[in-house]
């Protein structure tokens, strides 16, 4: 049996959506209700897998666009405050 990726840590959860655009300088779907759930994934990797397979499906539709969310963030946003805070600041160039 496999453990799964809460047990060597915190659990991640990556999201893969997308959606035909109204207008290519923002993100505006052209119809919420027809959104493509691709899935969820534990690692930033599957998500990308799964993203990069979606936007070669539809390269030829310029207004199609794929994202990925990381849900893991929204879920627990004081981690991600901690981590922030953890982070050393960006020198200036």
Same mark, same amino acid.
Request: avoid cysteine.
């Given at each position: 049996m496999t453990k799964s990726p809460a047990a060597h840590g &915190?659990? !991640?959860?990556h999201m893969v959506f997308g959606g035909e655009l109204s207008d290519l300088k923002s993100v505006d779907? &052209?119809? !919420?209700?027809?959104l493509d759930v691709v899935g969820f994934y534990p690692s930033y990797a599957a998500a990308h897998q799964a993203w990069l397979g979606k936007a070669r499906e539809t390269i030829d539709n310029a207004q199609?666009?794929?994202?990925?969310v990381h849900l893991?963030?929204?879920l627990d946003p004081a981690a991600e405050a901690k981590t922030a805070k953890k982070a050393p600041a960006r020198k200036k160039a």
């Open positions: &915190k659990q !991640l959860v779907f &052209k119809d !919420l209700s027809k199609m666009r794929y994202f990925i893991h963030r929204l």
